[in-house]
């Protein structure tokens, strides 16, 4: 009977340590995709031409028209403005 007691104290401890090993390394990972997904800013902000939204330049969308660059925040903002551009 007392060495089923420490089968059962043996067992539940080595779960207990898989446990932790597992959230240590949880935690690990977390932290490394953190740290790759994070980049930095420069801090200048650029208007939507079509939406008059304001973010970050290194996120909107690029558009050099006639030497002139715009921004937008998508695709379909872009795509509305260049549809409004040709029929002016």
Same mark, same amino acid.
């Given at each position: 009977?007392?060495?089923?007691?420490?089968?059962?104290?043996?067992?539940?401890?080595?779960? *207990?340590?898989? *446990?932790?090993?597992? $959230?240590?390394? @949880?935690?690990?990972?977390?932290i490394k995709k953190t740290q790759h997904t994070s980049k930095r800013l420069s801090?200048?902000?650029? @208007?939507?031409?079509?939406?008059?939204?304001?973010?970050?330049?290194?996120?909107?969308? $690029?558009?050099?028209?006639?030497?002139?660059?715009?921004?937008?925040?998508? @695709?379909?903002? $872009?795509?509305?403005?260049?549809?409004?551009?040709?029929?002016?």
């Amino acid at each position: 009977m007392l060495s089923g007691f420490f089968k059962v104290i043996f067992y539940s401890f080595l779960i *207990y340590l898989i *446990y932790l090993l597992i $959230r240590f390394f @949880k935690t690990i990972s977390s932290i490394k995709k953190t740290q790759h997904t994070s980049k930095r800013l420069s801090g200048t902000m650029v @208007k939507d031409e079509y939406c008059n939204t304001y973010l970050p330049k290194e996120e909107a969308i $690029r558009e050099v028209i006639e030497g002139k660059e715009y921004f937008f925040c998508s @695709k379909e903002c $872009r795509k509305k403005f260049l549809e409004k551009k040709k029929s002016e």
